[in-house]
């Protein structure tokens, strides 16, 4: 028997139900995890800034050690995603959730994210060096055609990252339902998963675009409310990829 999926529309309204009157915890968890992101993101780069060797390097060099210093701090930082996964999953299936599900990933399963997220900082490392070269070579002759390098490798980081994070936007999930995994098994099965189902997703993660353009226009104040109902949209449709409805209406 067919199944059917929910529309973006439906996965949208999900998400509002199940944040009703929690919208605080969502806000809060996703506050503290932006804010660990940032405090290490600071530090390095303070320590970058400072440095008298970095201050006297070319455009080039200074861009590419920004690159893999920003790199270095993604690999650590990625592992977050795993707590918000684990924090949206248990509000939305009405399981006990609390703020130390936002450090699920260093406390019981570090090795595991660490080596997903090392691949999905590698993917975007190979994919941003083009750009970084090709803009760090205009910046230091000053050629056009250096310029338009760095903007076609850059709408290629673009399409490569976009069509990457597509395939494998389910590996932090799916380790919630299959901890036993490894991360190559992960990647497969999120692979899996998706066949058939990344436009779906790359259309719903469109479909946010204005409310995004409207809370940058708040001066970022309506990210505290977009971004927690954006995680529990995301939640929804891989709830609803695991456990499709049947055309009759039955659970699949």
Known sequence: ?????????????????????????????????????????????????????????????????SLLSNSAISL?????????????????????????NLFYGYKWQFRKCLS??????????????????????????????????ALLASSAAMIISTLFLLVFSQCYYLMLDFPDYSAQQLLHSSMQIMRGHKGRLFYLQVSFLPLFALALLSCGVGMLWLSPYMQMTYTCFFLDLMNPVKASGEAA
């Open 1 to 65: 028997m067919n199944v059917q999926y929910m529309t973006s529309s439906e996965l949208k309204s999900q998400a509002k139900d199940l944040l009703g009157g929690r919208y605080g915890y969502a806000m809060l968890i996703l506050f503290l995890g932006n804010m660990v992101t940032t405090a290490l993101s600071m530090a390095v780069n303070s320590v970058l800034g400072v440095s008298q060797m970095i201050l006297t390097l070319s455009p080039l060099p200074r861009l590419l050690i």
């Open 76 to 100: 650590f930082t990625n592992i977050l995603s795993a707590g918000y996964a684990l924090f949206f999953l248990n509000m939305a299936c009405r399981r006990s959730y609390d703020i130390g």
């Open 116 to 149: 997903l997220s090392g691949v999905f900082v590698l993917v975007n490392l190979v994919a941003q060096l083009p750009y970084n070269i090709c803009f760090g070579m205009f910046l230091q002759t000053r050629s056009t055609g250096w310029l338009m390098g």
